[in-house]
């Protein structure tokens, strides 16, 4: 009979890379990246409502961007978020 002690980890049947992306997304790090890539999304969307105009009724609708450090975060947003 087998107990609790005995039995091996449920991820011991993995292949390597399987067991290698499990190290990864398991690990406190990653959960790190995963907290500052939702802040700085967080960040850059308030800039984009702040810099928004308030004017007829499509005022909710970005603007194009002005100048090139927006259109680099508007690329950045659109290549990590939507997982291009």
């Known amino acids: ?3 609790g002690l005995q039995e091996l980890p449920y991820w011991s049947g993995y292949c390597k890379p399987r067991l290698l992306l499990h190290a990864v997304v398991t690990s406190k790090y990653f959960d790190l990246c995963i907290a500052g890539v939702i802040g ?3 960040i850059t969307m308030a800039l984009e409502f ?3 105009p ?4 499509f ?5 194009q961007p ?3 450090c927006e259109r680099t975060v508007g690329v950045y947003r659109t290549l990590v978020f939507l997982n291009l």
């Open 59 to 63: 005022r909710f609708i970005q603007a």
């Open 1 to 3: 009979m087998v107990t």
């Open 50 to 52: 702040y810099l928004m």
């Open 40 to 42: 700085v999304n967080v």
């Open 66 to 68: 002005r100048n090139c």
């Open 54 to 57: 308030a004017v007829g009724p």
